[in-house]
């Protein structure tokens, strides 16, 4: 069973930055990939970024740019570096985890940002 618990979420002024944690109960290795989705309210649930096992990392249109994904393998963690936050980017913040055809989420993290 994997596990999955983000922290970090927070309050931002526009332009600001936040970073968002996502800590796997085990080895992040095996996962096929490790993503970041968002959901606004009364939206659906949108991909922000995701990393492969491989260390392939795709970005949404959205935040290329401005949000940057990495992996710390030691400590099973995968991070959300957010720079230069709009408004829109106020969310829920879900890690998710691809392991064999299971999808194992988060229970997600509030990010809001201020204009």
């Known amino acids: 069973q994997v596990q999955l618990v983000e922290s970090g979420g927070g309050l931002v002024q526009a332009g600001g930055s936040l970073s968002v944690s996502c800590a796997a109960s085990?080895?992040?290795?095996?996962?096929?990939?490790i993503a970041w989705y968002r959901q606004a309210p009364g939206k659906q649930r949108e991909l922000v970024a995701a990393?492969?096992?491989?260390?392939?990392?795709n970005y949404a249109d959205l935040v290329k740019g401005r949000f940057t994904l990495s992996r710390d393998n030691a400590k099973n963690t995968v991070y959300l570096q957010m720079n230069s936050l709009k408004p829109e980017d106020t969310a829920v913040y879900y890690c998710?985890?691809?392991?064999?055809?299971?999808?194992?989420w988060g229970q997600g993290t509030q990010v809001s940002v201020s204009s």
């Open positions: 998710m985890a691809k392991v064999a055809k299971f999808d194992y």
């Open positions: 085990g080895s992040i290795l095996g996962y096929n990939y």
């Open positions: 990393i492969s096992s491989g260390g392939i990392i």
